[in-house]
T-cell receptor, first 111, second 112 residues
Framework: GQQLNQSPQSMFIQEGEDVSMNCTSS?????WLWYKQDPGEGPVLLIA?????ELTSNGRLTAQFGITRKDSFLNISASIPSDVGIYFC???????????FGPGTRLSVLP | EAGVVQSPRYKIIEKKQPVAFWCNPI?????LYWYLQNLGQGPELLIR????????DSQLPKDRFSAERLKGVDSTLKIQPAELGDSAVYLC??????????FGPGTRLTVL
């Protein structure tokens, strides 16, 4: 089946730094979603991408739908302590029915 | 607008006992999903409903898991009997159009 890989698996950054993470697959996806999950909570939708090459921002977050449709990227600018959490990407499968989730990138922000 | 509601938030049971989780989706969302999330992993789909019909239950372990969405609104996921390996977070999500989905807070199950 279709699978997603996320890198890095985890990262430690200083407050104020910019963050980049990505999501890749050997399969083509037609929609990409990025979520953030805090401990003990469900994933919260951050950004949705529907078109190859699309670049979408949500405050300090910017995500891009890769041209090949096999990857997506999430950038966070000027990180703050509340950015700590696990970031998941999800791609809509070839049949347009179900989302496949990556294993997540765990972000830690050091003061 | 209220989000996806799940209850209970936490459940601790002994193995071989039954357990049930409840989900109320966002009003008007006709698609409802149940996911399993193991520690350190992303959510994995168990079952997807379109209104009251289970249109994809291929990943649901049907020997012990069952689900229902009788009136096409709220849904219940049941495990009977529970096993140690069922300890995980059970997430419910809903969507209006299948190009996005919104999650509830999840139910954390611990099987002793």
């Amino acid at each position: 089946g279709q699978q997603l890989n996320q890198s890095p698996q985890s990262m430690f950054i200083q407050e104020g730094e910019d963050v980049s993470m990505n999501c890749t697959s050997s399969s083509i996806f037609n929609t990409w979603l990025w979520y953030k999950q805090d401990p003990g909570e469900g994933p919260v939708l951050l950004i949705a991408l529907y078109k190859a090459g699309e670049l979408t921002s949500n405050g300090r977050l910017t995500a891009q739908f890769g041209i090949t449709r096999k990857d997506s990227f999430l950038n966070i600018s000027a990180s703050i302590p509340s950015d700590v959490g696990i970031y998941f990407c999800a791609g809509l499968d070839n049949y347009g029915q179900n989302f496949v989730f990556g294993p997540g990138t765990r972000l830690s922000v050091l003061p | 607008e209220a989000g996806v509601v799940q209850s209970p938030r936490y459940k601790i049971i002994e193995k071989k006992q039954p357990v049930a989780f409840w989900c109320n989706p966002i009003s008007g969302h006709n698609t409802l999903y149940w996911y399993l999330q193991n520690l350190g992993q992303g959510p994995e789909l168990l079952i997807r409903y379109e209104n009251e019909e289970a249109v994809d239950d291929s990943q649901l372990p049907k020997d012990r898991f069952s689900a229902e969405r009788l009136k096409g609104v709220d849904s219940t996921l049941k495990i009977q009997p529970a096993e140690l390996g069922d300890s995980a977070v059970y997430l419910c999500a809903s969507s209006l159009y299948k190009d996005t989905q919104y999650f509830g807070p999840g139910t954390r199950l611990t099987v002793l």
